[in-house]
């Protein structure tokens, strides 16, 4: 996209600059900390890409995990405590005893997830797609337990 004038030029560079990592996705130093260290709390991981990763007893709590390609990912006992996870997708996650109290899962999509012993309490379970999703002392976010599959 070529800019008319000079101004028009700065303009869409500050625009850039101030909402690149909005629009464009996860923070760089965020991931790199996340990888190294299996814990970032209130990061920025919107969008990426963690797919078929074992990130067992990872500590996201808060994290901002818009978007985010999880499928078949190992979250076993991960810590998922109010964590922006709006159309994530969690198809065939293992997320056996995670702790997801709190957590917007609004239009996330949970097919085949395993959800045993999870914590959901308080969860945004809205238009989430939660089909073939597994339960079994599931504690669901209006506070029942649900154990379709024990």
Known sequence: MACETM???ILLSLIFVILGSQVFGYDEEDLDKFLRTNQCENCDLALVDLKDMNLSKANLREADL???KLSRADLREAELVE???IEADLSQTNLINANLIGTDLWGAILIGADLRGAKLNGAVLDYADLEQAKFCN???SDGSIRNDDC
């Open 83 to 85: 964590v922006n996870l």
């Open 7 to 9: 101004n028009k030029c």
């Open 66 to 68: 818009f978007g985010a």
């Open 138 to 140: 599931t504690a669901m």
